[in-house]
């Protein structure tokens, strides 16, 4: 019985005088995050072409990236082609979406979101391409979430590049966007 209170002050001793692991705490410095963007809007897609398009400010940030991406429940089923472009669209009838800062203390955003309801006239996509196409019905959702994978997330870099999110016929469309700058 005396070896067993010895073994019970020893493991008693021990837990006390050792140090409790510490776990990181969440990174929050804000001059050390980058600058983060959101926007959600719906748009009355005229029909086919881009519908939305995501672009750089000349001058501005170096980098823009796609972080998330959400576009749910089209008002008619169309398929959804996500496209780097090279040179910027021109034409259609467009607006030009806010984008919100996730930080006031942030200046303003050198990204732009642009929203079509008549079709701009696409530019090039040399250097560019389709990341993918797919169908979306009207119960359905497509995700691009790239800060659950392991994947590096769409990069504009540079103000010719363009983002574009092509629709295959009319319909209007709920977009959620989450971006990135760096300077």
Known sequence: MKK????IALVGIL???TSVPSFPQAYTDPSKLPRTYSAGFSIACGGAGDCVT???TAGGSNVTAVRELWISQPS???TVSLIRRSALDTG???TTETL???DTNDAAPN???TAYTAAPTAGSTTGGGTFFSLPITTTSTLVRDSTVSNYKPFL???ATQVYAIYVSGAATVTVNLVVVETP
Not at 4 to 7: F, T
């Open 4 to 7: 067993h209170l010895s073994l």
């Open 100 to 102: 919100v800062s996730s």
């Open 156 to 158: 504009l870099q540079g």
């Open 92 to 94: 259609g009838t467009s």
């Open 76 to 78: 008619s089923n169309v």
């Open 15 to 17: 837990l006390f005088t």
């Open 111 to 113: 990204t732009i979101v």
């Open 54 to 56: 995501v672009t750089l």
